[in-house]
């Protein structure tokens, strides 16, 4: 059995394989080793951990993963990567290769009881509604360090106030503590994207709102930032209006821009009040 050291460079792989980035599967493919194995001691993941990498592509963060010591499984939906994954894992017996979407995958399944981290170079398309499922889905990760698009990082990271600042910020900062860890420049992938990349570390909040909550901060969060311009009173009209605003505390006439993930579990648990009110 040969060992990772043996494998050819990521490039010839690809050369070896036919094999081109996607548009329609949102591919850019990070073939800088020293990117890679960057982003696996970012993760914090070593001997004897579990990590789930969605997406592997040609398998640069794979390798870089496996480097560490980690158990590995990476979900990929491109049957086209499969021989070239399959060297990897001949190469490497603690890697396990799952061919389907990652929208579908049972991630606890996988993760088998057991915890496991989610390190991953996410697909651009689908970043996001990953990230969503993963934050608020029956199955909570251990860590989640991953790469998306710049602006999808300012989003995650960007608190009230500021120009990204909106309802998937919200949503993750009330599940989980994250910062921005790393800056990656288009031209560290193949194709170059038209954008950068960063790359989000995220620790999951002990505190982690129950799933009737996450439901319901969804539901504020949808009707608010649908209408962000327009004042709460306004934007929640539908889901009680100044009675449910005035019950969380806050001003009607704020917009939801301005508005604290506090505010919005505040408004969550108004609005759960009312439902469940005789």
């Known amino acids: 059995m040969s060992r990772l050291d043996d494998l050819p460079s990521l490039r010839e792989a ?10 329609a599967f949102g591919q850019h493919f990070l073939l800088d080793l020293n990117v890679t194995r960057k982003i696996a001691r970012l993760a914090e993941v070593g001997e004897g951990d579990h990590v789930i990498e969605v997406g ?6 794979t390798r870089a993963l496996l480097e560490t010591g980690a158990r590995v499984t990476a979900i990929e939906k491109d049957e086209r990567f499969r021989p070239l994954l399959q060297e990897v894992a001949d190469a ?41 499922k993963w934050l608020t889905g029956p199955w909570t990760p251990a860590s989640l360090t991953l790469m ?7 989003r995650i ?38 954008v950068d990349s960063a790359v989000v570390r995220l620790e999951p909040r002990a505190d982690r709102p129950s799933s009737d909550r996450l439901d319901a901060l969804q539901r504020i969060t949808a009707a608010a930032f649908g209408q962000r311009r327009k004042m709460l009173r306004s934007s929640l009209k539908a889901m009680g209006g100044e009675d449910l605003i005035a019950a969380a505390g806050l001003d009607p006439t704020a917009r939801a821009e301005v508005i604290p ?18």
Do not use: M
């Open 157 to 194: 990271t960007e608190g009230p106030g500021e120009d990204a600042y909106g309802r998937l910020g919200v949503i993750v900062q009330a599940t989980c503590v994250g910062r921005r860890v790393l800056d990656a420049p288009a031209r560290a992938f193949t194709p170059p994207p038209k």
């Open 261 to 278: 993930v506090e505010g919005f579990l505040a408004l969550a648990d108004a609005w759960l009040a009312r439902r469940t009110a005789p």
């Open 14 to 23: 690809l050369e070896a394989h036919g094999l081109w980035a996607k548009k």
């Open 56 to 61: 592997p592509g040609p398998g640069g963060l």
């Open 92 to 132: 490497a017996p603690n890697l396990t290769l799952v061919f389907g979407d990652a929208l579908k995958a049972d991630e606890a399944q996988v993760a088998a009881g057991r915890p496991a981290h989610l390190v991953s170079n996410l697909p651009y398309n689908v970043g996001t509604p990953l990230l969503i």
């Open 148 to 154: 998306f698009q710049r602006e999808v990082a300012d």
